[in-house]
């Protein structure tokens, strides 16, 4: 029994590791050498995201965060709030 309290007292106070991830997002509504622009700094705002790479002849933005303070889906929905909806590239 004190293991098994040891174990969860262990568990329920380690910090929850986060992990850099990058994902690809699809992102065909930009259609100007502006575009980019926007798109790169619609995802800048977004907490725990450190790298942007938008690759206007792709129609793509590739982004690297912390997925202990943001997601996938945040991602998607700060391109969509500027006008530029993405889907996740697989």
Known sequence: MLVAMLILATTV???????????????????????????????????????????FDRREARVTFDDAKTSVQKLIQATTDAGYPSDLKR
């Open 13 to 55: 106070s380690a910090p929850a590791r986060a992990a850099t991830r990058t994902v690809t997002l699809s992102v065909v509504g930009m259609s100007c050498a502006a575009c980019p622009i926007t798109v790169k700094k619609s995802l800048s705002r977004v907490e725990g995201v450190s790298k942007i790479e938008v690759i």
